[in-house]
């Protein structure tokens, strides 16, 4: 059974940091590129950062870049992705998703993943 859960989402005011984490079980998924999307209420889902199957190649949205680290965990069964969100500002609130293509390099087409996880909350207040 595939699973990908993400957790790490809350509340936080501007200035502050989070670390989002994604748990992916039941494929290879060392073998996946692996990504962070999130959608505001009201907009379209876009992509935040993404990281190679391998992790040595990422890449960030233009908004988060020198804000965020992406980073994965290959080690275990259980694959890791991690998202570190600092000076997190009001804009940023959204749903965060992680989501696994199979592929070696990063993807930033959402269209292009083959597995999403149910997201977790991410809300920065002023």
């Known amino acids: 059974q595939v699973q990908l859960v993400e957790s790490g989402g809350g509340f936080v005011q501007a200035g502050g940091s989070l670390r989002l984490s994604c748990a992916a079980s039941?494929?290879?998924?060392?073998?996946?590129?692996m990504g962070w999307f999130r959608q505001a209420p009201g907009l379209e889902r876009e992509f935040v950062a993404g990281i190679s199957w391998t992790g040595a190649e990422t890449s960030y949205a233009d908004s988060m870049k020198g804000r965020s680290t992406i980073s994965k965990d290959n080690a275990k069964n259980t694959v890791y992705v991690y998202l570190q969100m600092n000076n997190l500002k009001p804009e940023d609130t959204a749903v965060y998703s992680c989501?696994?293509?199979?592929?070696?390099?990063?993807?930033?087409?959402?269209?292009?993943?083959?597995?999403w996880g149910q997201g977790t909350q991410v809300t920065v207040s002023s």
């Open positions: 039941g494929r290879t998924f060392s073998a996946y590129a």
């Open positions: 989501a696994a293509a199979f592929r070696r390099s990063v993807v930033t087409d959402p269209d292009l993943y083959d597995y």
